[in-house]
């Protein structure tokens, strides 16, 4: 079995930083895809940042030039650096993988889930 686990959310003021980190365990044989999305009261579940085929990295529209993602393969984990925030980025946010099993199957896997709440 495969498990996310997340960590870094909480309170900050209005134009603070935060560094959510989210690390896979388990039977892992591969990952392809690494990404974090985030839900807001009310709202739908949206795409914040994530890897995508050749390294390449994509994000909301809403968080370019003040988010950024990076990874860390020897611990199968994913960043999210977020900076700037705004009283609209708190959300909780989830961290996405996708993962290779050593039977050929390929699944997605979530994180719990951790808050982010921007003050202003």
């Given amino acids: 079995q495969v498990q996310l686990e997340e960590s870094g959310g909480g309170l900050v ?5 935060l560094r959510l ?19 807001a009261p009310g709202k739908s579940l949206d ?3 994530e ?8 994000f909301a529209d809403s968080v370019k030039g003040r988010f ?10 994913v960043y999210l650096q977020m900076n700037s925030l705004k009283p609209e980025d708190t ?11 050593w039977s050929g ?7 719990e889930g951790t808050l982010v709440t921007v003050s202003s």
């Fill in 13 to 17: 003021q209005a134009g603070g930083s």
């Fill in 51 to 58: 890897f995508i085929s050749g390294g390449s990295t994509n």
């Fill in 47 to 49: 795409l914040v940042a």
């Fill in 105 to 111: 199957a390929v699944a997605n896997y979530w994180g």
């Fill in 21 to 39: 980190s989210c690390e896979a365990s388990g039977t892992i044989r591969t990952i392809n895809g690494m990404g974090w999305y985030r839900q």
């Fill in 68 to 77: 950024t993602i990076s990874r860390d393969d020897s611990k199968n984990a």
């Fill in 91 to 101: 959300a909780v946010y989830y961290c996405k993988m996708v993962i290779g099993s």
